[in-house]
């Protein structure tokens, strides 16, 4: 299990689509399970979140979400919408 504390990576405001892409990228596809820490995330982008989702999507691997803050709930739930998926968040 690899768990990712993202405020600890990038800081509180989450706002480019590369920051989450290197994450995914540098991930090794042997992994079981990831966790992604969202504690003390003021913003996300669109563009964060849409990539993010995407990667998730196509992972071969477990992912979940710990201490997601509604503003990143929304973001994502706007982006699911939009792509015709139900909420999940």
């Keep these: 299990m690899i768990k990712i504390n993202l405020y600890d990576e990038f800081g509180s405001d989450l706002g480019q689509r590369y920051l989450i892409k290197e994450i ?28 993010y989702l995407n990667h998730k999507m196509m992972a071969d ?15 994502f739930n706007v982006i699911l919408k939009n792509n015709n998926f139900d909420e999940m968040y």
């Design 61 to 75: 691997y477990e992912i979940e979400e710990m201490n997601i803050p509604d503003v990143v709930k929304n973001m």
């Design 24 to 51: 995914f990228e540098n991930l090794d596809n042997n992994s079981q399970k990831v966790i992604f820490d969202f504690k003390d995330i003021d913003f996300v982008s669109r563009s964060f979140a849409q990539e």
